[in-house]
């Protein structure tokens, strides 16, 4: 059973910094591609970010230049260093396994002064 746990999120101020985490088990991490999603309130879930298996990475035109998505194949964790937060970017934010319908549990990002 594929299992994805979010971590990192918070409360910070515009202009500041998050570095969020997705723990994944149940797959064999390296092959797959892995994204993070997120959703504010009212809204529909939309893609932030992509990485390949390869580490090629994609980004929503939106945090292009201040999000940077990562992963570690060795401890099965993709990363999302953002920078720049803006009150916009306040959601829940989700990792997903392209391909297995496995979701994570989201975490919390509000971006307020």
């Known amino acids: 059973q594929v299992q994805l746990v979010e971590s990192g999120g918070g409360l910070v101020q515009p202009g500041g910094s998050l570095r969020l985490s997705c723990a994944a088990s149940g797959i064999f991490f390296n092959i797959y591609a892995m994204a993070w999603y997120r959703q504010a309130p009212e809204k529909q879930r939309e893609l932030v970010a992509t990485?390949?298996?390869?580490?090629?990475?994609t980004y929503a035109d939106s945090v292009k230049g201040r999000f940077t998505i990562s992963r570690d194949n060795a401890k099965n964790t993709v990363f999302l260093q953002m920078n720049s937060l803006k009150p916009e970017d306040t959601a829940v934010y989700y990792c997903?396994?392209?391909?297995?319908?496995?979701w994570g549990q989201g975490t919390q990002v509000t971006v307020s002064s």
């Open positions: 997903n396994a392209p391909g297995t319908g496995a």
């Open positions: 990485i390949t298996s390869g580490g090629r990475t």
